[in-house]
Nanobody
Framework: QVQLVESGGGLVQPGGSLRLSCAAS????????MGWYRQAPGKQRELVAA???????NYADSVDGRFTISRDNAKNTVYLQMDSLKPEDTAVYYC???????????????WGQGTQVTVAS
């Protein structure tokens, strides 16, 4: 079984910073793209940032320049450094990954359970 476990969410004031982590565990051969999504109340889930195994990244326009995604392939972990946070960044943040459980199997998409980020004074 494969699990994604997020950590690092919480309450922060506008202009503050938070760092989210997501560790993948279980039967893992290789992890391809890893990413962070978020869902605010009453809104659809949206992509925040993604990173390939080789380190190529892409960001939503709303977070570009404020958030930084990175990963440690040896630890099967992806990070999201969030700076200059705004109230509109308030949402549940979900980790996502395309994971191959074996060299003989195709990759499947997995989600974490989500971590709440609240930006408020």
């Amino acid at each position: 079984q494969v699990q994604l476990v997020e950590s690092g969410g919480g309450l922060v004031q506008p202009g503050g910073s938070l760092r989210l982590s997501c560790a993948a565990s279980g039967s893992i051969f290789r992890i391809n793209v890893m990413g962070w999504y978020r869902q605010a109340p009453g809104k659809q889930r949206e992509l925040v940032a993604a990173i390939t195994r080789g380190g190529s990244t892409n960001y939503a326009d709303s977070v570009d320049g404020r958030f930084t995604i990175s990963r440690d392939n040896a630890k099967n972990t992806v990070y999201l450094q969030m700076d200059s946070l705004k109230p509109e960044d308030t949402a549940v943040y979900y980790c996502n990954a395309d994971i191959e459980k074996s060299r003989f199997l195709k990759a499947y998409n997995y989600w974490g359970q989500g971590t709440q980020v609240t930006v408020a004074s």
